[in-house]
């Protein structure tokens, strides 16, 4: 009774083990397609406007800036870049993180921020460490690897930059970026792509969507 017992016991782990990793597995499973389609779900477009110093603290505000008790200004050493995207789809716990790109570089740099605003107000902009993640599951967002942190910064990198939202079910963002002191003019908007990010409540990056930004109209 006792050998027959312990044969059984044996067999019961046995069995509860291959179920963990069965599980474990399917678990896995479904992360690697949340990686590669967990966007699919969410319609996302964008514009992006590329207007001279003197006009960028009109145009802000014809989006709303000032409504949003936000003003914002240009810079001629600096070139600023107006984003407005809109996005419908399921909402759901947790934050949209936009990230822009300049694809002229190889791998495509992140473009700073300078600020945000929606429907409730301004939404300002961050960085996080486990955003990275993102250059090991996509290689368009490369850019995004770990970096030398800035020298007057303990918390964010002065390359890196997001703009976040809540991630209701249809909603609207507008961001002003700035390309960087140094940087090549950009006169095509189509060479610029946005990263449209999921990040739930407790900061963990779900998927990445690639949205390319036409060509001015």
């Not at 779900?41 to 000032?66: F, I, K, M, N």
Request: charged share 20%; proline share 6%; aromatic share 8%.
């Amino acid at each position: 009774m006792g050998r027959h017992g312990a044969r059984l016991r044996w067999v019961v782990a046995l069995v509860a083990a291959t179920v963990a990793v069965l599980a474990t597995v399917e678990r896995f499973r479904e992360r690697e397609h949340e990686w590669r389609s967990g966007g699919d779900a969410v319609t996302v477009t964008v514009e992006a406007l590329l207007p001279g110093p003197d006009q960028v603290s009109d145009l802000a505000a014809a989006h709303g800036s000032r409504n949003a008790g936000q003003t914002v200004v240009g810079d001629p050493d600096d070139q600023s870049v107006l984003l407005r995207l809109h996005w419908s789809g399921p909402g759901q716990p947790g934050s949209y993180q936009v990230i822009l790109l300049d694809d002229r570089d190889l791998p495509a740099r992140v473009v700073r921020p300078f600020l945000g605003w929606n429907a409730s107000g301004g939404t300002g902009s961050s960085w996080s460490g486990s955003y990275e993640v993102l250059a090991e599951r996509y290689d368009w967002l490369a850019g995004v690897a770990p970096r030398p942190w800035s020298s007057d910064s303990l918390r964010t990198p002065d390359t890196l930059g997001a703009v976040g939202t809540r991630a209701v079910a249809d909603g609207s963002l507008v961001a002003v970026f700035r390309m960087g002191v140094g940087a090549a003019p950009l006169t095509d908007p189509s060479r610029l792509v946005v990263a449209f990010c999921y990040v739930e409540t407790d900061g963990e990056v779900r998927w990445a969507k690639k949205v390319p930004v036409p060509a001015a109209r």
